[in-house]
């Protein structure tokens, strides 16, 4: 079965970089686009971007545009989220969601559980 | 601040039934589909509704969707404790080619 299962929680300094890993199983890595979505305390999902396993092309939401770098491994069947510049409102859930794409519909049919990352001084 | 509106909050006893809605722009529920997502705490987000109304293998006819115009809804009938959890929407968004959320509905079982 189809099953995203992402790196543990991290506690990083502000200004750091973080790394977070997603290992997709089930399922032909470079069939789905892979889309990162996270979650700050008591606020719902927010979109950062998507990204291509074929050829690895991302689209990131421009809210995080210069700090977000999403990569992906074929040889693991791993995608990879990069936050840097980390501030304390970056402070949140990190969900991976495979992103199925069909006659103009596109939605997060599987979701990682989710990596914390709190930043804090 | 979320891109799609949602209730803070909803409640509803054992059995009964709850609505939940979802409030967008042209942009995004307007021409695009919407799905609904729980989320219980500490689990990955499930995905109960897609293509406004379509439930994926395994999701029970209690939980439908519906849309109409820039506005979609999701029922849940005979509630059950198990259904407490977060309920968010989504839905593209072409105006910035991007997914946008709803910012979730608390869902209590009393």
């Known amino acids: 079965q189809v099953q995203l299962v992402q790196s543990g929680a991290e506690l990083k300094k502000p200004g750091a970089s973080v790394k977070i890993s997603c290992k997709a199983s089930?399922?032909?890595?470079?069939?789905?686009?892979m889309q990162w979505v996270r979650q700050a305390p008591g606020q719902g999902f927010q979109w950062m971007g998507i990204i291509n396993p074929t050829n690895g092309a991302a689209t990131y939401a421009q809210k995080w545009q210069g700090r977000v770098s999403m990569t992906t491994d074929t040889s693991t069947g791993t995608f990879h989220l990069e936050l840097s510049g980390l501030r304390s409102d970056d402070t949140a859930i990190y969900y991976c969601s495979r992103l199925n794409c069909s006659e103009g519909s596109c939605v997060g049919d599987y979701w990682g559980q989710g990596a914390l990352v709190s930043v804090s001084s | 601040q979320s891109v799609l509106t949602q209730p803070p909050s909803v409640s509803a006893a054992p059995g009964q039934r709850v609505t939940i809605s979802c409030s967008g722009s042209s942009s995004n529920i307007g021409e695009n589909y919407v799905s609904w997502y729980q989320r219980v705490p500490g689990a990955a987000p499930k995905l109960l509704i897609y293509d406004n109304e379509k439930r994926p293998s395994g999701i029970p006819d209690r939980f439908s969707g519906s849309k109409s115009g820039t506005s979609a809804t999701l029922d849940i009938t005979g509630l059950q404790t198990g259904d407490e959890a977060d309920y968010y929407c989504g839905a593209w968004d072409s105006s910035f080619r991007g997914g946008a959320f709803g910012g979730g509905t608390k869902l209590t079982v009393l």
């Open positions: 089930g399922y032909m890595f470079n069939t789905y686009y």
